[in-house]
């Protein structure tokens, strides 16, 4: 059994993590897949996947709920794409005491802003969708792709992002002890209120207190599940995988995402180096020596773009030699550049078997 395939076969979380651009829908999906074959039940969490990729995987229509795969595989194949508004909807109506206190959370101004907008919400909802599908029972393997963020690890981070909110200074005001539940706000909070609605608009700060009021007594489910949510992240059946390209820019951000990694205490079990150039069966050295002596003939052109492309891919080797020493004691799993986009189940199953051959 090759590494990959091992990873799959022993974790029940796998997140693929990397900067944008260098394959982590496709090789989350393709990951999911890969474990589909081998007979698991699995789903995969996809963020912003090509269009033509949502097609095949048959959640073009914007939908947070696992839709079934059909495809070749003795397993199944579930997709998601994660939608950040219904997400956080859902978390707010499991952690509600009532149908009523969900819905006045829900249709509150402030809430649809900042469910929207607070820096770190998508990474927040990935690890929280992550969370409720494996809690579910209903799969062995949870495969998640990352949001495109531009801090590397700010999922690691997400489930922190309540305590960012809770931190807004309407909420202290509105639960400072001694008042009991949120009936009366005492008249200094009530100046400092006032004060607020001169900068930001009454309308604002009715809002906000609103959504605070209505959040009162939800705060402890949602820090309890926020924990639950670190310990998922750093149990020892959840791997992390960093996807990167063989390309220069690409590395630094790869052993910089591995620095952070190791700073909140967790490994990457893999690392996937996608869309390397076609293995050549010459020397950059031999490559140039034909260059040079074809130079001028009809041939020239094509002898030196074959030395050009030999000494990229020797600079990428180098590379990816580098990388691996950042990371001795994860597997290197290398995804040729493909002719072709990858957008349908049958090229997915294609890296799958790169993956895992
Ligand atoms: N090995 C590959 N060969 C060819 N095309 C690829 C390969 N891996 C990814 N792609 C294509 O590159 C584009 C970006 O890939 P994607 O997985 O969406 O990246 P990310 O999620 O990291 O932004 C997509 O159009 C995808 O089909
Ligand atoms: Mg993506």
């Known amino acids: 059994m090759t590494d990959y395939r091992k990873l799959i076969e022993s ?23 890969a474990a589909a074959q081998a007979g698991k039940r699995a789903v995969v969490v996809t963020i912003d996947p090509a269009k033509r990729l949502a097609d095949a995987l048959g959640i073009a229509a ?16 579930s997709a998601v794409m994660l939608d950040t508004k219904s997400t956080f909807d859902e978390v707010v109506r499991r952690h509600a005491h009532d149908e009523a206190q969900a819905e006045r959370i ?8 900042v469910s929207g907008t607070l820096s770190g919400t998508q990474d927040y909802m990935a690890v929280e969708k992550l969370n409720e599908l494996h809690d579910s029972g209903h799969y062995d393997l949870v ?114 995402f591995l620095r952070r990694l190791h700073c909140a205490d967790l490994n990457a079990s893999a690392v996937v180096v996608n869309r390397m150039l076609p293995q050549l069966s010459t020397t950059p050295k031999r490559a140039t020596e034909l260059a040079v002596s074809l130079a001028g003939s009809a041939a020239g052109g094509a002898a030196q773009a074959l030395a050009d492309l030999t000494a990229t891919s020797a600079g990428d080797d180098l590379r990816i030699a580098e990388l691996q020493n950042a990371a001795p ?12 986009d990858v957008h349908d189940i049958d090229s997915l199953a294609k890296i799958a078997r790169l993956l895992t051959d």
């Open 62 to 77: 914007l939908d947070n709920t696992p839709r079934l795969i059909d495809g070749p595989w003795s397993g199944s194949l």
């Open 11 to 33: 974790h029940r979380v796998i997140i693929c993590c990397g900067t944008g651009g260098v394959g982590k829908t496709t090789t989350s999906a393709a990951t999911a897949v």
């Open 106 to 113: 829900i249709g509150n101004r402030f809430y649809r802003n």
């Open 329 to 340: 004691d994860a597997l290197t799993a290398r995804v040729p550049m493909l002719h072709d």
């Open 143 to 256: 495969v998640v792709d990352t949001p495109p963020t531009r801090d590397a690890l700010a999922f690691l981070e997400a489930p922190k992002m309540l305590s960012r909110l809770l931190d807004n200074p309407i909420y202290r005001i509105v639960t400072a002890p001694g008042r009991g539940p949120f009936k009366v706000i005492n008249t200094a909070a009530q100046q400092v209120l006032r004060q607020l609605a001169r900068v930001v608009g009454a309308t604002v700060v009715d809002e906000a207190v609103a959504f605070f009021q209505a959040f009162e007594g939800m705060e402890e489910g949602f820090r309890d599940r926020a924990n639950a949510t670190i310990e998922l992240l750093g149990d020892e059946r959840t791997a992390f995988v960093l996807v990167a390209s063989p390309r220069a820019d690409t590395i630094d951000e790869a052993r910089y």
